[in-house]
């Protein structure tokens, strides 16, 4: 039996017709075609899966897609301008070398653009703390650390998120 | 990050004192915007109309035979389109990673079999129009089992009688014979020792958390060709046993690995789900999706060798080592996979790092009805070289010699037979050690720790050293190639076999393309990851990607670069030789006149001036890296954590191409040494083989707060003539140094020997109460 949810996914509203027990990371993947949202567990271990509903980040996977219903999700694939044209944050992952195989990358990212939004100007102790829910097995955080805190700056230099 | 760069000494390097536009320079990786944006795609992206999801069902015993599976309640579910049992696939015996000619696998696997030999194994597989009726249908199978007896440890494995878990000819349980390796005379070296040290050393089962579970989709076409994406680091060696099981010619099988989730080594095998996969889409003629929970990625996963290294070496009272005795058994697992590899490469690496003119080794690794051990960065190394410098440590202290000392004296020099039979080329390991103890101001810092009053937070300093050699090269003769085509408005497209699994290997072989031709880094676009496609490569594995395809994909660059100054030869009248590409610019040398390379190739005439091709064929030797770590940890006497404060780690990799991504790789690296040595540890039930901790929540891995600040240095000590410009490897160096560097540094603080890992918070407790009942 499916149900008919209306959320509005990065910026777009959207009517879907999903099973009741599915969970948002999975309806934003299969029914919403936005894969880059990524599981790395489905039981809210990971952070893989990080989304921003309604300003909060969340566990896309602890969520359940009839929970969106009226909700307005941000993704990873609604924060880049166009080709060749990133976002702030996913410049200075790109520039510090904050991504290695990527696939922690979206949920860390989602996750720091919630971290700035609320603090500007977040120490790196602060950082630690505010992705300390997403694991990435690559690079040892140092260089995604450094990526958060150059996009922090430039903030202060007057930059938007 | 701190790169010393400097010009290379070595006149057979060819790249002698050459100044570098592109090489060395942390340009924008090639895959970094549509991993930073979500628009690539890994294997578990791909959209295809009309998939079916498959679900694996596995054994909930760890030794058994199967008496039957009743499948026909699963079958009668409404939305189930197939199940397959051992009685519906091939059954044919095959290797666990099948690289070509080699031995470093064994041939002991079927896709299903009528027999479980671990606890989590699969038996059965299903495709349904969705995961959930997929998931309800495995509960629907009825699996009869009898029960055989099971061991889950080395010891119970080797008792006379225990179960033959492979019935392969050799001695109970043994995966392969043993590796056995003697050189000099060892008890006449014993009998010179002014010190002889003989301890046991433990080693934990670490796994290699990869983020991205397992995960491959296939799909048949009309020609009966099949399409499979998965999470692979080894594309052709997939294509090739894919083939050969499922009884089709290589060119009907296409594998495709676009973006990749990590692997670390692990995903070099292959794995039932990929078989499975691609029979449940041909049996349904539709695509099938499988991708593992994290729970099977431990299950199911391939986890590091643990087991036990007795090891005795001899010293002279001046610290040289007079002979080195010592007897490896790993724990394969239930099946052998990379067993005879790791084994191999484990025991060999203790002819070298620190000299020895005898010794006596012998490896053996060990069948038991456990969660099958395969590859996982540092291949052995990790294992043996963390007995090696733990003793090292101990020797130092017996000795009166200062620890860095003493590595000092008997570290491996240029000339010196490397575990590969080779000579080492340079002198790395002493320049790393040496520019650490000097970043970190060793001595005082040493004398710090040792003057620190009493109190419950004691500090200590320590190192750990180690070699890796870039390539598999002798267990595997492997190559890598390239092919460079130049287009017809001067950019340029490298086609490479090299799988990406996150390193940035991509980005290094388009920077030794532009580097080698003499073009902008931006004027070249790397093709990867489709077996139909491009040049065929064994696979990333074994720190060769950059030194291997790298060398390949310079080698094609050099013959595109000679067929371009062919054509521009007559233009410019002057010869071939007196001509240099600079930024994609033609130059006669000492000449005022130049064209630019996009002029020499565009089309006359409405054609292009010559269809410019390169291709390059490599074959490497072998190269060695070097590293030393130094850590500091505090020890809590009182709760028995340990933290690390700071890490050096010093490496030399010859020539660094890439030095963001190549500081990456170390701290990476780093992070699951550290894993390895305080907290991972995957932990088996030793009453019935079941899992206890398949989970990222119990099995716990160092996150972005237990992370120390970590200042890499990386030199430019030894470049090898192998690689490309001198390049070395780097993926698995870090893992290997880092362990003993923080269990050395835990003596420093609190004086207690460990010689296992992980080292949990609750043994140095206990440990630091057995010390006080013993003083008191
Ligand atoms: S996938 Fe949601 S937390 Fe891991
Ligand atoms: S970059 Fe691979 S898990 Fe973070």
Redesign the interface.
């Known amino acids: 039996m499916k149900r008919l949810v209306s959320m509005t996914v990065n910026g777009e509203e959207i009517e879907l017709a999903i099973p009741p027990y599915r969970t948002l990371l999975d309806v934003l993947r299969n029914e919403g075609r936005l894969t880059g949202t990524k599981k790395g567990c489905d039981v809210g271990d990971c952070g893989a899966c990080t989304v921003i509903m309604d300003g909060s980040p969340v566990n896309s996977c602890l969520v359940l897609g009839i929970e969106a219903e009226g909700a307005t999700i941000e993704t990873i694939e609604g924060q880049h301008a166009g080709p060749d044209l990133p976002h702030l944050i996913q410049e200075k992952f790109m520039d510090h070398g904050g991504a290695q195989c990527g696939f922690c990358t979206p949920g860390i990212i989602m996750m720091t653009k919630a971290l700035l939004k609320e603090n500007p100007n977040p120490t790196e102790s602060e950082v630690r703390f505010a992705i300390a829910g997403n694991i990435c097995r690559c690079t040892g955080y140092a260089k995604i650390v450094d990526a958060v805190l150059a996009a922090a700056e430039d903030l202060r230099k007057g930059r938007t998120l | 990050m701190t790169i010393h760069q400097k010009p290379h000494t070595q006149d057979n390097l060819e790249d002698g004192k050459r100044q570098f536009s592109v090489v060395g320079k ?1 340009v ?2 090639t ?12 294997s ?2 791909i ?1 295809l109309p009309g998939l079916l999801y498959g679900k694996m069902k596995r054994s909930d015993i760890a030794h058994a035979l199967i008496k039957n599976i009743d499948v026909s309640k699963a079958l009668a579910l409404k939305g189930v389109k197939a199940v397959l049992t051992h009685r519906d696939v091939p059954r044919i015996l095959h290797y666990g990673s099948p690289h070509p000619r080699s031995a470093s696998c064994t041939r002991d696997q079927y896709i299903l079999d009528d027999r479980v030999r671990y606890w989590g194994e699969g038996v059965a597989a299903v495709a349904a129009e ?3 009726i997929a998931e309800e249908a495995l509960r629907l199978i009825h699996v009869e089992y009898e029960p055989l007896p099971a061991v889950f440890t080395v010891a119970d494995a080797l008792k006379p009688e225990a179960p033959l878990i492979h019935d392969n000819g050799l001695d109970k349980n043994n995966v392969m014979p043993p590796v056995v390796i003697r050189r000099g005379d060892v008890e006449k070296g014993f009998a010179e020792a002014d010190l002889i040290l003989e301890n046991e050393y433990v080693l934990g089962r670490p796994v ?6 397992n995960v491959c989709a296939c799909q048949w076409d009309g020609n009966g060709k099949l399409t499979i994406w998965s999470s692979t680091q080894t594309a052709f060696m997939v294509r090739g046993i894919l083939a050969e099981v499922l009884g089709v010619p290589y060119n009907k099988v296409r594998v495709i690995v676009d ?4 692997g ?1 080594g692990a995903k070099q095998d292959l794995f039932q789900h990929e078989f499975l996969c691609a029979l449940l889409a041909r049996q349904t003629g539709r695509p099938v999706r499988m ?1 593992f ?2 729970k099977e990625t431990f299950l199911g996963g391939r986890t590091r060798h643990s087991g036990k290294i007795r090891l005795k070496q001899g010293f002279k009272a001046d610290g040289t080592i007079t002979a080195r005795h010592a007897r490896i058994v790993l724990d394969g697992g239930a099946y052998g996979s990379h067993s005879p590899g790791v084994t191999t490469v484990g025991t060999s690496a203790l002819t070298s790092l620190y000299r020895c003119e005898n010794v006596d080794l012998e490896g053996r690794a060990i069948y038991t009805n456990t969660p099958i051990a395969g590859a996982f960065r540092g291949y052995g190394v990790v294992q043996t070289y963390f007995a090696l410098d733990l003793q090292m440590d101990e020797a130092a202290e017996r000795l009166g010699i200062d620890p860095a000392e003493l590595r000092l004296r008997n570290a491996v020099r240029t000339g010196d037979l490397a575990p590969s039979d080779h000579p080492v080329v340079g002198h790395g390991l002493e320049a790393c050690i040496r520019r650490g103890l000097d970043e970190v101001d060793w001595k005082a810092a040493r004398a710090a720790t040792a003057a620190q009053p009493g109190g419950v937070k004691r500090r200590g300093w320590g190192i750990g050293c180690e070699m890796h050699g870039s390539s598999a090269y002798p267990g595997i003769k492997e190559q890598g190639n390239a092919i460079v085509k130049m287009n017809e408005d001067g950019t340029v497209t490298l086609l490479t076999g090299t799988a990406g ?4 290997a991509h980005t290094a072989l388009s920077q030794i393309v532009a580097e080698e031709i003499g073009i902008p880094f931006s004027a070249v676009q790397v093709v990867t990851g489709d077996t139909d496609i491009v040049p065929w490569d064994i696979g990333a594995f074994a720190s060769h990607t950059t030194y291997m395809g790298g060398r390949a994909a310079q080698i094609a660059a050099a013959e595109v670069r000679r067929q371009v100054l062919e054509q521009a030869a007559p233009l410019l009248e002057a010869a071939p030789e007196k001509l240099a590409i600079r930024e994609g610019i033609i130059h006669v040398e000492g000449a005022n006149r130049s064209i630019s390379l996009k002029e020499v190739v565009s089309p006359k005439r409405g054609m292009p001036a010559a269809q410019i091709v390169g291709v390059g064929t490599y074959s490497p030797t072998k190269s060695y890296s070097f590293a030393a770590h130094f850590a500091e940890v505090e020890v809590d006497t009182e709760t028995g954590e340990v933290a690390v404060l700071q890490v050096v780690p010093v490496h030399d990799l010859g020539k660094v191409i890439h030095p ?2 190549a ?2 790789q170390i ?6 040494g550290i894993g390895h040595t305080l907290s991972e540890d995957y932990v088996i039930d030793l009453t019935n083989g079941r899992s206890l901790n398949p ?3 119990d099995y716990k ?1 160092p ?3 237990d ?1 120390p ?2 200042r890499t240095i990386i030199l430019e000590a030894a470049p090898d003539p192998g690689g490309p410009f001198g390049a070395k490897g780097v993926g698995e160096d870090p893992i290997i140094a880092i362990g003993p560097a923080i269990t050395n540094a835990i003596y420093d603080a609190i004086g207690i020997r460990f010689r296992h890992y992980p080292i949990t918070p609750e043994q140095v407790l206990n440990a630091l109460r057995a010390k006080q009942k013993e003083a008191a």
């Open positions: 942390s924008r990786r895959d970094t915007f549509e991993k930073v944006t979500g628009l690539g795609k890994y578990g992206d959209e969705s995961e959930e290699p958390g990869y983020m991205e579970p973006h990749m989730g990590g670390f991708e929970t994290r699994l996150g390193t940035g963001i991504a500081a990456g701290e990476g690296g780093i992070q699951q989970s990222f929540v891995m996150l972005s707060m992370m600040p970590i």
